[in-house]
């Protein structure tokens, strides 16, 4: 196993005093090169379990398990772009390994040749997530962690970036962490779907999709979210 | 165009107020040029400006760097602001006399001494911009280079420096006219050169086309380093704001 999380509880103090548990009993593991998609209900603590997951915050009880030195990519529920850099700068600053070749292919595949050298307050929301997107695939990660990346764009250009992903994390073994509302993202990109509870939140289906991502056409996506509606889980 | 405007508006301003009071008291605009050609001719003018001028970068440069450090720290770690807070609080309303005199008095009459006590006047403006700009920084972009292990100078140079840049950019102004301001005085007190003691020796001596030959020239060598100088280092770091602050 790649990556191992046994998150027994995340507590938190709100801004009033009161504690909250965010967490309880969140299990799941994942192989290498494998893509986990997380689907649950708003404000679950989705994101809470992602920080824990990259070291950002340690303060909870149990374990996580990643292989050490592994390189971490991340897309963040907003941008979070430098905006005193242009969109080149941002990429390599994170990146400083990537060559010309790597990098023209990355602006190439998700659409930002024409807007390397902008400041990213001169993009549109659209624009921004994609170069978020090119930023962590730059790094060549081990571990991608995606945080709704797809969220508040419209459906055209969402399914669009959903194909670049998918593209994107078949080019190498990259072990995937997806959050989405979505089912259609989760359906598309997912080797296997982890359904959420509300808060304290916790694993409460894991249910895996066997065929490889370039075979799912429209018939196959349709077989897989009937099978989701039969388990009573897509409307989650 | 406008400036030029402006110039001529002072100088028939200066010139109408002359007439009024009379020679004695506001000499014109020629006598006073006519001073000032002949200090240059002498190149005592040229000396004493030269002289402040260097007492003024290094007291800066001194008071930015030490000022923007501890401001940063004390904006990072809550031990450091609690333990500088008081001493802040006392440097910031500490009158700048107070601060001149018992620096000639502990360190006699000496270069270091007045570099020092200028530096100190501007420090705790510095250290308090500091800190509240290091208060707003943006903890996501920390959280975004945590994340990408960017190495801890690059992330200071390319996330954490340009949000204080605005911040850095206040403390030179604000500091800048505060250290113009208090030179004089210090050099006036216990320097045998520079602007401020000459100024001294005008007014002692009431040669006053001498002392505005000085006050006049102190001002253009001010606004000629704030418009070629201070002005478009802020423009170019702002460069990334589509509208200019």
């Given at each position: 196993?790649?990556?191992?999380?046994?998150?027994?509880?995340?507590?938190?103090?709100?801004?009033?005093?009161?504690?909250?548990?965010?967490?309880?009993?969140?299990?799941?593991?994942?192989?290498?090169?494998?893509?986990?998609?997380?689907?649950?209900?708003?404000?679950?603590?989705?994101?809470?379990?992602?920080?824990?997951?990259?070291?950002?915050?340690?303060?909870?009880?149990?374990?996580?398990?990643?292989?050490?030195?592994?390189?971490?990519?991340?897309?963040?529920?907003?941008?979070?772009?430098?905006?005193?850099?242009?969109?080149?700068?941002?990429?390599?600053?994170?990146?400083?390994?990537?060559?010309?070749?790597?990098?023209?292919?990355?602006?190439?595949?998700?659409?930002?040749?024409?807007?390397?050298?902008?400041?990213?307050?001169?993009?549109?929301?659209?624009?921004?997530?994609?170069?978020?997107?090119?930023?962590?695939?730059?790094?060549?990660?081990?571990?991608?962690?995606?945080?709704?990346?797809?969220?508040?764009?419209?459906?055209?250009?969402?399914?669009?970036?959903?194909?670049?992903?998918?593209?994107?994390?078949?080019?190498?073994?990259?072990?995937?962490?997806?959050?989405?509302?979505?089912?259609?993202?989760?359906?598309?990109?997912?080797?296997?779907?982890?359904?959420?509870?509300?808060?304290?939140?916790?694993?409460?289906?894991?249910?895996?999709?066997?065929?490889?991502?370039?075979?799912?056409?429209?018939?196959?996506?349709?077989?897989?979210?009937?099978?989701?509606?039969?388990?009573?889980?897509?409307?989650? | 165009?406008?400036?030029?405007?402006?110039?001529?508006?002072?100088?028939?301003?200066?010139?109408?107020?002359?007439?009024?009071?009379?020679?004695?008291?506001?000499?014109?605009?020629?006598?006073?040029?006519?001073?000032?050609?002949?200090?240059?001719?002498?190149?005592?003018?040229?000396?004493?400006?030269?002289?402040?001028?260097?007492?003024?970068?290094?007291?800066?440069?001194?008071?930015?760097?030490?000022g923007s450090a501890l401001g940063y720290l004390m904006g990072r770690?809550?031990?450091?602001?609690?333990?500088?807070?008081?001493?802040?609080?006392?440097?910031?309303?500490?009158?700048?006399?107070?601060?001149?005199?018992?620096?000639?008095?502990?360190?006699?009459?000496?270069?270091?001494?007045?570099?020092?006590?200028?530096?100190?006047?501007?420090?705790?403006t510095a250290v308090v911009t500091l800190r509240e700009g290091t208060r707003t920084l943006d903890?996501?972009?920390?959280?975004?280079?945590?994340?990408?292990?960017?190495?801890?100078?690059?992330?200071?140079?390319?996330?954490i420096l340009p949000q204080l840049a605005p911040y850095l950019a206040a403390a030179a102004?604000?500091?800048?006219?505060?250290?113009?301001?208090?030179?004089?005085?210090?050099?006036?007190?216990?320097?045998?050169?520079?602007?401020?003691?000459?100024?001294?020796?005008?007014?002692?001596?009431?040669?006053?086309?001498?002392?505005?030959?000085?006050?006049?020239?102190?001002?253009?060598?001010?606004?000629?380093?704030?418009?070629?100088?201070?002005?478009?280092?802020?423009?170019?770091l702002?460069?990334?704001?589509?509208?200019?602050?």
């Amino acid at each position: 196993m790649q990556l191992e999380v046994n998150i027994t509880s995340k507590v938190y103090t709100n801004a009033a005093g009161e504690r909250q548990e965010a967490l309880a009993g969140f299990n799941f593991a994942l192989a290498a090169g494998e893509v986990g998609v997380f689907v649950g209900p708003s404000g679950c603590g989705k994101s809470t379990m992602l920080r824990i997951v990259v070291g950002l915050d340690p303060d909870y009880q149990g374990r996580v398990t990643r292989p050490p030195g592994a390189k971490i990519g991340m897309v963040f529920q907003e941008p979070r772009l430098l905006p005193w850099r242009s969109v080149e700068e941002n990429v390599r600053l994170v990146a400083p390994q990537a060559d010309e070749a790597t990098l023209s292919m990355l602006f190439g595949t998700l659409g930002l040749d024409a807007h390397r050298s902008h400041f990213p307050g001169e993009l549109s929301l659209g624009l921004a997530r994609r170069v978020a997107l090119a930023r962590a695939f730059a790094v060549e990660p081990d571990f991608l962690i995606l945080d709704e990346p797809l969220a508040s764009l419209d459906d055209a250009l969402a399914a669009r970036l959903r194909g670049e992903i998918a593209t994107l994390v078949d080019s190498r073994t990259v072990t995937t962490l997806l959050v989405t509302h979505s089912v259609d993202d989760a359906v598309h990109l997912g080797d296997r779907l982890f359904f959420l509870s509300q808060r304290p939140s916790h694993v409460i289906a894991e249910v895996p999709i066997h065929t490889p991502r370039g075979k799912r056409d429209p018939a196959e996506i349709k077989r897989i979210k009937a099978e989701l509606a039969r388990l009573a889980l897509a409307n989650l | 165009m406008v400036r030029l405007l402006s110039f001529a508006a002072f100088l028939a301003t200066w010139w109408g107020a002359s007439l009024l009071a009379g020679d004695q008291k506001l000499p014109p605009p020629p006598i006073v040029l006519a001073a000032v050609v002949a200090e240059a001719k002498s190149g005592a003018l040229f000396f004493h400006l030269g002289v402040t001028l260097a007492r003024v970068a290094l007291a800066f440069i001194l008071a930015m760097s030490v000022g923007s450090a501890l401001g940063y720290l004390m904006g990072r770690v809550r031990l450091a602001d609690r333990l500088g807070d008081p001493w802040l609080i006392l440097l910031l309303h500490l009158p700048a006399l107070v601060v001149i005199v018992l620096a000639y008095i502990w360190a006699g009459l000496t270069e270091v001494a007045a570099i020092a006590a200028i530096a100190i006047n501007k420090l705790p403006t510095a250290v308090v911009t500091l800190r509240e700009g290091t208060r707003t920084l943006d903890a996501t972009l920390d959280e975004m280079a945590d994340v990408f292990a960017i190495p801890r100078w690059k992330a200071f140079r390319h996330v954490i420096l340009p949000q204080l840049a605005p911040y850095l950019a206040a403390a030179a102004r604000s500091g800048l006219s505060l250290v113009w301001k208090i030179v004089l005085v210090a050099e006036l007190l216990g320097r045998p050169n520079g602007v401020g003691f000459e100024i001294g020796v005008a007014f002692q001596l009431f040669d006053i086309p001498l002392l505005l030959a000085y006050s006049l020239t102190f001002a253009a060598l001010v606004l000629t380093i704030e418009t070629a100088l201070v002005q478009p280092i802020e423009a170019r770091l702002s460069r990334w704001r589509r509208r200019a602050a």
